[in-house]
């Protein structure tokens, strides 16, 4: 069973600060990974997916790597914003078309 | 506007009351979703469908029925709600399951009393 964890669980940071979000997986035949932006009492919205052919994707500025072979993504968001405060979470399909998520990384960016 | 919509938003209800939360993309996808968010438990799917008419049990199936009788449409129905239902549940859907982004909805709080 594909589980995936997501360190550290909470995180503050001042305004300007980058930020490391770390995003694990044990089974590392996946065919994606995405990372999501959740805001209090809304939905998700997709952030960046990066297809396991792919090292890294960048939006803007978010840029999110990845490693199949250590079983490890992560996203870096440069120069912090107050409206970056949200809570981050990756998920990984696994072959059977179920998506498994960590619990999340809480980001607090204070001005 | 692409989006994935579901109804209703909050619900309070009571034990044994049969609910149905609607869930309706407007984008064509063929893979759609349903998954519960608790706190310290994540995000876990309840369950999935590939298409119209087929379906299949995600991690935590127990005490949900899904239909898939419409492409866009993918209701969750609870028979007979208890209190450990209580949660906040998320539709989602894709255009497949390969290589495209989920989009979800906003969400709907059930509390089930």
């Known amino acids: 069973k594909q589980e995936v964890t997501q360190i550290p669980a909470a995180l503050s940071v001042p305004e300007g600060e980058n930020l490391v979000l770390n995003c694990s997986f044990t089974?590392?035949?996946?065919?994606?990974l995405q990372w999501f932006r959740q805001d209090p009492g809304k939905g998700l919205t997709s952030l960046l997916l990066?297809?396991?052919?792919?090292r890294e994707q960048t939006s803007g500025r978010l840029n999110a790597s990845l490693d199949k072979s250590s079983g490890r993504s992560t996203l870096y968001i440069a120069a912090s914003q107050p409206g970056d405060s949200a809570t981050y979470l990756c998920?990984?399909?696994?072959?059977?078309?179920?998506?498994?998520f960590g619990a999340g990384t809480t980001v607090t960016v204070r001005a | 506007e692409a989006q994935v919509t579901q109804n209703p938003r909050y619900l309070i209800t009571v034990t044994g009351k049969k609910l149905t939360v609607t869930c309706s993309q407007n984008?064509?996808?063929?893979?759609m979703s349903w998954y519960r968010q608790d706190p310290g438990l994540g995000l876990r799917q309840i369950y999935y469908?590939?298409?119209?008419?087929?379906?299949d049990k995600g991690d935590v199936p127990e005490g949900y029925k899904v239909s898939r009788k419409e492409k866009r449409n993918f209701p969750l129905i609870l028979e007979s709600p208890s209190p450990n239902q209580t949660s906040l549940y998320f539709c989602?859907?894709?255009?497949?399951?390969?290589?495209?982004?989920?989009?979800f909805g906003d969400g709907t709080r059930l509390s089930i009393l």
């Open positions: 989602a859907s894709s255009l497949n399951r390969g290589n495209q982004p989920q989009h």
């Open positions: 089974d590392s035949a996946i065919y994606n």
């Open positions: 990066i297809q396991s052919s792919q």
């Open positions: 998920a990984v399909p696994s072959n059977d078309y179920k998506l498994s």
């Open positions: 984008m064509n996808h063929e893979y």
């Open positions: 469908s590939m298409n119209v008419e087929v379906t």
